[in-house]
Nanobody, 129 residues
Framework: QLQLVESGGGLVQPGGSLRLSCAASGFTLDNHAIVWFRQAPGKEREGVSCISKSGDRTNYADSVKGRFTISRDNAKNTMYLQMNNLKVEDTAVYYC??????????????????????WGKGALVTVSS
């Protein structure tokens, strides 16, 4: 079965850290660009971070630069998003995605659902005291 399965969401206090994982099955991540998106309540989905298919480009949304780190472990066929110094405004459902043609530009656009080859189902991250 071709799928991405996320884990690692939860409740954390402001200033805390979480690491999201996204394991691929049925296909190999190293043939795809990988992207993390998020959608806060009442807001549109936005791009958070991406790594290009070749691995030569990594980009972050301005709102998370210096706090979040995206990575990929090809041996485990898994992608990660390390989130440090979390803020209340980081509260959202986080989605991992993979696509064979996503460019990973500086502005990490969020395409329609059909614009990415694979999507995870989402992991809720709540930052609250």
């Amino acid at each position: 079965q071709l799928q991405l399965v996320e884990s690692g969401g939860g409740l954390v206090q402001p200033g805390g850290s979480l690491r999201l994982s996204c394991a691929a099955s049925g296909f190999t991540l190293d043939n795809h660009a990988i992207v993390w998106f998020r959608q806060a309540p009442g807001k549109e989905r936005e791009g958070v971070s991406c790594i290009s298919k070749s691995g030569d480009r990594t980009n972050y949304a301005d709102s998370v630069k210096g706090r979040f780190t995206i990575s990929r472990d090809n041996a485990k066929n898994t992608m990660y998003l390390q989130m440090n110094n979390l803020k209340v405004e980081d509260t959202a459902v986080y989605y991992c995605a993979a696509d064979g043609h996503y460019y990973c530009p500086e502005y990490i656009y969020s395409p329609p659902d059909y614009g990415m080859d694979y999507w995870g189902k989402g992991a809720l991250v709540t930052v609250s005291s």
